[in-house]
């Protein structure tokens, strides 16, 4: 977008003590069918420009879905102002770190851009997934779904950074709901919540081997039905990727936002028990615990080139050895507290101001084959698919509940379980973790829905997990 | 002060998005939203912003061929691609079985929810209202947090059986945290005002009761799970009530066998004190007479005295039901299936809070929830969440001491059974979609509710 330096250059003429101006485009595609008949094929086209300034050392924010000169460079004037009016309540004037800048460009790197497959063809792997979802009588509905993003952004500041970048993201999955009186399952696959999404091209649906696994969590949704309900009491769990990968979300991924620790989500999304005295002292998790952050992943739906602050990606350790070392950080809480930024300012569009937001947060593999994993835990519950999750306000007390559990019975698994859950306490829990897959487990499961500020936004983040297993978790059903 | 794009030039844009249909059905729907706000913490504004977005999306349709497309960009070119999009997609479309086309023409009844003072709102009124509080919570020695905001938009729908729908919107909103000391879990308390007329607005009320609620939060105890009778404040029982809205009260949820109401129509499924009614004609805030299909938002009995009557329809599952659309539908922007109510008021009943925390001889006064979830099991609705700024025990109809945060986990129609007294005074709550409508809830005293870990010390 050729006018953002003309809003700079605005700004600067204003006075400002910083801005910065993003272009952001994004085109999506999603196609649904219900119950085996196509119920939506949508496109969408969303573009706009979003300035960020300080002036008299405090922040305001304009966004505009226009790409006129004339409206750009109003919206940089808005946003002066209301940072005029931001700075009648300042306590002190805000300081950014200091940053390499950049002018460069970044590319997600694909092998088959998913627009470019014929939307017939689309439909024909949807069309094929339902009919396989749909054999069996007890089935009442099914959803199967997949769609695509390309992002293309510039990013430009008054220290002279200017970066384009054009992210593709990818996904698909499915969930097939079975019915018998007034009992009813859900399965889906290969994660809750619209299946699992990439940085990737259409690759990433063609390895999920969606049509493999329909008839399993079919049949599985079914089986359900006349499962037992989960046993209740202290039981060690094996903890299958997809949902370890919301528990790593939302017991660490959200806890180490520097933001949200500094106090700045407290009367929404709360706050944090990681706070900044506990660096280098808590101890997380077990020695076998490592977490870190990186915006560089392969194929991480939290990976890119470039934050929203111009900030290149990279890793940071988290927690290493079961100690937590490190934060997600941003340009202002670098110069706060000396935690650099690492890349994790991001906005949902350019409507948005930029927040600490997860990027890639992976908790590293471990050694074990899951077989002998299964082999070693017997009396353990086998907990898989998130179903549903709640947490404090200060990421401590949590309670998950899954899908399906298998109980692992003379080291293999054994009966399943209906409406399995866990609850616990964050550092207690992550103490009890004695055992982690090798990476031939580990899979980077992208989460596009993660929900952050106000007004709310949402990012797509990711999470590497391998199978794991707890010691003596409260276990139990959902009633 | 935003630039209204005004009814005139909407109709303009729709009739020359229709006159390029060939002869395909086309449902429009314009959602313009200026949207301002100021958010605050550690007593400092932090965040203030402002956004101004169009976004217009078309659904096409030829028999039960659909294509559906949105954009932003409303330049002769951006709304010209974006109808060749959804053409291209309907002609390589599956034929959707059921699809009803677009609702014929109709007439809407007038509500009142635009305000010209709330409309005037910017930057330096809402960074006011955040000094204002930051003040008065210096008094007793509190840090503030939360956000006020504004919104103006217009919503505008048109199709080619001749609907036309106008309504211009206002909302404010505010919510304030006050906080008593630092560190990662300090005392707090926590109080919020949702409303159309931001003239008629009582925000210094809102920041004292929420810096009244933080002092009395000081020196909280833990106290030991299991069962207690409760008051919900209203933020509270809100909560419960969104994520009832979302698992069981549209008819997509029912056709999914997901919903609670599911195979119980014309049943007692919960307590005989609960009456959930929908209505945008009778609501705090005034909702839209029309929904994003164009059918006239219809007043919907959802229960009454605990017994399932409705569900929100659009046009696509009223058609596969064999009823009448209820007017909830939400339009071309997302699938056929889906409608949700907007505008959901439950019935008050004869109490104060202070009187219903005098009616427990052993209980827990509950602010409100914080990161409920309803997804455990829809059909029986149990739901988990832990209690957050504010709540306290009492005994013997007086609060004895603040307690630490609970988690609790019940089956919400067992529980709405043991409702025994509920609040004369309904509020507005806000919701997502608080441009359109929220929820008018009471507080409530339930009996023997169910509370399953705590923070700290063991779950």
């Not at chain 2, 809070?353 to 099991?377: A, S």
Request: glycine share 10%.
């Amino acid at each position: 977008m050729e006018f953002l330096p003309a809003a700079i250059d605005r700004l600067k003429q204003l006075g400002c003590d910083y801005a910065d101006a993003r272009w952001v485009d994004t085109k999506r595609e999603v196609v649904v069918l219900r119950n085996g008949k196509l119920e939506s094929v949508q496109r969408s086209v969303d573009a706009g420009a979003g300035v960020r300034v300080i002036a008299d050392g405090a922040w305001g924010f304009a966004g505009v879905a226009s790409g006129e000169e004339a409206d750009i460079i109003a919206a940089a004037e808005t946003a002066f102002e209301i940072a005029k009016a931001s700075a009648t309540t300042k306590r002190e004037d805000v300081k950014l770190g200091d940053i390499e800048i950049y002018q460069d460009t970044y590319e997600t790197p694909i092998e088959k851009d998913p627009f470019t497959v014929p939307l017939k063809d689309k439909i024909q792997l949807l069309t094929k997934i339902s009919d396989i979802l749909h054999g069996h009588e007890k089935i009442i509905s099914s959803e199967s779904s997949c769609g695509a993003i390309h992002i293309d952004k510039r990013f430009v500041s008054t220290e002279g950074a200017d970066i384009r970048q054009h992210l593709v993201e990818t996904g698909a999955g499915y969930e097939v709901t079975a019915s018998e009186g007034d009992e009813v399952q859900r399965r889906t696959y290969p994660n809750s919540f619209r299946g699992d999404w990439a940085k990737r091209g259409w690759e990433q649906v063609e390895e999920m081997k969606l049509l493999d696994n329909a008839e399993r969590i079919r049949d599985e949704a079914v089986m359900l039905l006349t499962a037992d309900e989960c046993p209740v009491g202290k039981k060690d769990i094996i903890i299958y990727g997809d949902q370890l990968a919301l528990q790593i979300h939302e017991s660490c991924g959200h806890p180490i936002e520097l933001d949200r620790v500094m106090g700045t989500e407290i009367s929404l999304a709360g706050g944090s028990f990681m706070q900044p005295k506990l660096v280098g002292n808590l101890k997380y998790g077990s020695p076998i615990v490592n977490i870190y952050s990186d915006s560089t992943s392969p194929g991480g739906l939290g990976t890119f080139g470039y934050d929203d602050e111009g900030v290149k990606s990279t890793r940071t350790e988290i927690i290493k050895d079961g100690l937590f070392v490190g934060y997600l950080s941003s340009r202002e809480c670098q110069a706060s507290t000396g935690h650099p930024a690492n890349g994790a300012m991001r906005a949902d569009g350019w409507q948005n101001t930029p927040l600490i937001r997860m990027i890639n947060v992976n908790l590293a593999p471990g050694e074990w084959e899951l077989d002998d994993l299964i082999a070693d835990s017997n009396g353990a519950i086998y907990m898989m698919t998130n179903k549903s999750w709640s947490i404090d306000d200060r990421r401590v007390n949590f309670k998950f509940g899954c899908e399906l559990a298998y109980e692992i019975e003379n080291g293999k698994l054994g009966r399943p379980f209906k409406n399995p859950a866990y609850t616990g306490i964050t550092p207690e829990f992550w103490n009890s973790c004695d055992a982690i897959c090798n990476e031939k487990y580990w899979h980077i499961w992208g989460i596009p829905t993660c929900g952050k500020g106000e007004p709310m936004q949402s990012a797509h983040v990711a999470h590497g997990a391998a199978p794991t297993r707890f010691r003596g978790v409260s276990v139990g059903g959902t009633s | 002060m935003t630039r209204m794009l005004g009814q005139d030039r909407f109709y303009e844009l729709a009739d020359g998005i229709i006159s390029k249909c060939d002869d395909a059905a086309c449902e429009i729907a314009f959602m313009h939203t200026a949207h301002g706000l100021t958010r605050l913490a550690n007593s400092n504004i932090h965040q203030n912003v402002h956004t101004d977005d169009t976004t217009v999306t078309m659904r096409v349709s030829r028999g039960n061929l659909i294509g559906t497309s949105n954009t932003n960009v409303l330049t002769s070119t951006g709304l010209l691609d974006c109808l060749m999009n959804a053409l291209e997609i309907m002609k390589s479309a599956e034929p959707l079985e059921g699809f009803p086309g677009p609702a014929p023409k109709a007439d809407y009844k007038s509500t009142t929810t635009f305000i010209e003072s709330t409309a005037g709102w910017g930057p330096t009124e809402r960074a006011k209202i955040a000094k204002d509080a930051i003040e008065r919570g210096k008094e007793d020695g509190l840090t503030l947090a939360g956000a006020v905001e504004t919104t103006v938009g217009e919503l505008a729908i048109a199709n080619t059986e001749g609907v036309r729908g106008y309504q211009p919107l206002t909302s404010y909103g505010c919510n304030f945290v006050a906080m008593d000391g630092e560190g990662d879990d300090p005392p707090s308390g926590y109080a919020a005002l949702t409303g159309r007329d931001v003239s008629t607005a009582d925000f210094r009320k809102t920041y004292d009761r929420a810096c009244r609620k933080a002092v009395l939060a000081r020196d909280p105890v833990d106290i030991d799970v299991g069962q207690y009778d409760v008051v919900l404040e209203s933020a509270a029982f809100c909560e419960l009530i969104e994520w009832f809205n979302y698992i069981a009260l549209s008819a997509k949820s029912v056709q999914d066998g997901q919903s609670a109401l599911a195979g119980h129509f014309d049943e007692q499924i919960t307590g005989d004190k609960v009456t959930l009614i929908d209505d945008a004609y009778d609501s705090l805030l005034a909702g839209v007479p029309f929904d994003f299909e164009g059918v006239p938002r219809q007043k919907l009995p959802l229960i009454e005295n605990g017994v399932a009557k409705a569900v929100a329809h659009s046009r696509f599952t009223a058609q596969k039901d064999g009823v009448e659309p209820t007017g909830h539908g939400f339009g071309p922007g997302s699938m056929p299936s889906d409608a949700l109510p907007l505008n959901i008021r439950m019935e008050s009943g004869d109490k104060t809070i202070d009187e219903m925390v005098k009616m427990l001889d052993k209980g827990i006064q509950v602010t409100r929830f914080h990161y409920v979830n309803g997804l455990l099991d829809t059909r029986k609705a149990v739901m988990t969440g832990m209690t957050r700024d504010g709540a306290w025990l009492v005994e013997n109809g007086e609060i004895k001491h603040a307690i630490r945060n609970l988690r609790f986990t019940d089956n919400m129609l067992e529980a709405w059974k043991r409702i025994e007294a509920i609040e004369s005074e309904c509020h507005p709550c806000a919701a997502w979609w608080s441009a359109i409508g929220s929820y008018d809830i009471p507080g409530v005293l339930i009996r023997d509710f169910t509370f399953t870990g705590k923070t700290g010390k063991g779950s």
